[in-house]
């Protein structure tokens, strides 16, 4: 049976970008996705699979500090690139502020959502320090949470906006 899906050999490619700090090389699939590598060859499972059709935002990583849906991206378009995870949030083991607001403000129920909240979150607050109401549910209107109702994750990124604008003018 020539001609047929199967009878085809998969492409593989190497690329080589920067994930959480630290230069990876690795071979991928071609036709893989980033949120499976990331997940399955590199085991950083806080990237989760969630609708798998860029909807949920549940696979959401920082793609050149920009929050993007990893179901949607092709493993071989990380190359050259600089990712960030949930996982290279905190550097130094201590929690970061915008993760500490969202525990003390109640928004981790289930934690499904949470790490692709924290990366758009942190993406925002980075672009925009002093973000208004309206802008804190447009950067997360990507991100879908079934447990929280959203006004827990709200109140927690207008908390660390809080934060981050006091510790910016005490310099």
Not at 110 to 116: L, V
Not at 139 to 150: E, H
Request: proline fraction near 4%.
């Amino acid at each position: 049976m020539s001609g047929t899906a199967t009878d085809k050999p998969l492409s593989r490619v190497n690329i080589s970008f920067v994930l959480n700090g630290k230069t990876v090389e690795i071979e991928v699939d071609a036709w893989e996705t980033a949120l499976n590598v990331i997940r399955d060859q590199l085991g950083l499972k806080g990237t989760k699979e969630g609708c798998g059709i860029g909807e949920c935002g549940a696979c959401t990583i920082l793609l050149d500090g920009k929050p993007v849906d990893s179901c949607l991206i092709a493993a071989p378009q990380l190359d050259g690139r600089e990712i960030q995870t949930v996982e290279g949030f905190s550097k130094n083991e201590a929690l970061e502020p915008l993760q500490q607001e969202f525990l003390s403000c109640g928004s981790v129920q289930c934690g499904y959502c949470m790490p692709g909240m924290l990366l758009t979150s942190k993406a925002l607050l980075e672009t925009n320090p002093r973000p208004t109401r309206e802008d804190i549910v447009e950067a997360l209107s990507g991100n879908l949470c079934r447990c929280t109702g959203y006004i827990q994750i709200l109140e927690a990124v207008e908390a660390a906006a809080k934060k981050n604008s006091g510790h910016r003018s005490e310099k």
